[in-house]
């Protein structure tokens, strides 16, 4: 691996310790741009060499980060696309008159190099376009004078009821999400587009569950099973649906989708400082009792309804299919 590569890789490993980047989307495209870059200075001479270059970078990527799911999706989207794109290259190259070492070498070079970059560069395309391409679908899940309840500040939820506002009139409910309040600037940002928007305390979501038409949740992750890794507060949203049996949709990009499954959830997690909580002020309390602040929930397949991606409409019984139609899952 070239120097300059090298110091790339020990930069991006350095903003994921630091949490200098962070969110699925920012550490989908971070990773994504630094793959590119490594294929593109690769003096790999076959696919294997290849592919064993690109893992290497993930596992160092994965290790300094493991709750980012979404290093690892991207590592295993782009062995995906290698493995893809040398089952072409070997079907057409069979097809050709055999050439020396040395030019089979400078053609896997020429050729294959150059479309496993230009797959990689339709991906990070794809993912600059995920949220534009979920809000496109807005008018079909969002109908006039629905309440739709929210849990936390998500931009890909924000988006799509930005755009469903265009030709539908409807409320929105938003949970303050204590203690990051990240409700609040969620409700900001809805009552800057003209949505009629409600700010409740969490401990109102059951209260209001019974007005509420559908559910609508960002996610930091989603399990193979179907499950969802969101912001904390969302369980508590998704058992109070279940209860009155309004529908929970997810609002996700496809490189959210991990192929992980939940055997111990608390691994999906990330303990944040529980100063929001508790004071560092309130000595003769935090003495006495361990005090967890988790930024993030599990909630199971079966309390989603539906998951709304960027290529389209999916039940949670499918997710299974579409990370095996997109990664390499046997990989680390």
Known sequence: ML?????????LIAKLRRRQTVGSYNVAIATSRL????????????????????????????????????????????????????????KSRASESSDTEADAVKDFRRNFVADVKQSIEEMIDELENTNANISNQAWEHIHSKEIILTVGNSATVATFLKEAARVREFQ???AETSPSYSGHEMAVKLAEMKIDTTVITDS???????????VILGAHA?????????????????????????????????????????????????????????SFEE????????????????????????FITNIGTHPPSFVQRLIHDSYVVEAA
């Open 283 to 306: 000595g003769d309390v935090i003495d006495t009792v361990d005090i967890v602040n988790p930024q993030f929930d599990y909630i199971g397949p079966e309390d989603i309804s539906l």
């Open 204 to 214: 109102a979501i059951f209260a209001v569950m019974s007005r509420v038409n559908k």
């Open 35 to 90: 793959l590119l870059k490594v294929v593109s200075a690769s003096g790999c001479n076959d696919v294997r060499q290849l592919s064993a270059e690109v893992n290497h970078v993930g596992s160092l990527l994965q290790a300094a980060q493991p709750i980012e799911l979404g290093v690892g999706n991207m590592v295993k989207r782009v062995l995906h696309l290698i493995r893809e794109e040398h089952l072409i290259y070997t």
């Open 3 to 11: 120097k300059d590569i090298e110091l790339q890789v020990d930069d």
């Open 172 to 174: 929105v409910i938003v």
């Open 222 to 278: 989603v399990t193979a099973n179907g499950g969802v890794v969101a912001t904390c507060g969302s369980k508590v949203v998704a058992a109070a649906a279940k209860e009155y049996s309004t529908p929970v949709v997810v609002c996700t990009g496809m490189h959210k989708l991990s192929p992980s499954y939940p055997y111990d959830t608390d691994i999906f997690n990330l303990c944040v400082s529980p100063d929001p909580v508790i």
